[in-house]
């Protein structure tokens, strides 16, 4: 979801500290065909490793570049070979009842903070169709 984006997405070795924050914020548009009932699965990565995953239910059948945001927080708790990162967040879209429905999901994950990591965000269709698309418009990435 982030490719060609502008500026840079890296996770300087050694940049993080307990307590700090990597916002992701992001606004964008997905398209449905009428007759495909689908769901996305998104992944907000560092590197090879996935720190958070939701998955999208009822999106609007028939949906024609409806809105589609996330707000994602990962905080780092602890550094080295075996740190650690949390990951908390939204995800706000149109569903078939025409209300927002909000995924949210935490855990702690095991991050090496000693290499450059990539941040990502990936998604996922439910079954593989052309006729689906999600585009973020905009997608900051702030280290704080």
């Known amino acids: 979801m982030l490719n060609g984006g ?17 916002l992701i914020s992001g606004e964008g548009l997905y398209t449905v065909p009428a ?25 609007l ?11 994602i927080r990962l905080v780092c708790r602890s550094l080295g070979a075996t740190g650690s990162v949390v990951a908390g967040g ?14 949210n999901t935490g855990s702690v994950v095991t991050v ?9 965000v ?6 593989a169709s052309t006729t689906r698309s999600i585009t973020m418009k905009i997608c900051p990435i702030m280290v704080a």
């Open 61 to 71: 059948l028939g949906a024609d570049k409806k809105a589609i945001s996330l707000n």
């Open 90 to 103: 939204t995800i706000n879209y149109t569903n078939v009842s025409g209300q927002k429905f909000w995924d």
């Open 6 to 22: 502008v500026g840079s997405q890296m996770i300087l070795a050694n940049m993080l500290a307990p307590g700090k924050r990597i």
């Open 122 to 127: 990936t998604a996922t269709w439910n079954l």
């Open 35 to 59: 007759l495909l009932t689908s769901n996305m699965t998104i992944k907000v990565k560092l590197g090879n490793t996935i720190i958070a995953s939701a998955t999208t239910s009822s999106l």
């Open 112 to 120: 090496d903070t000693t290499v450059d990591q990539m941040v990502d």
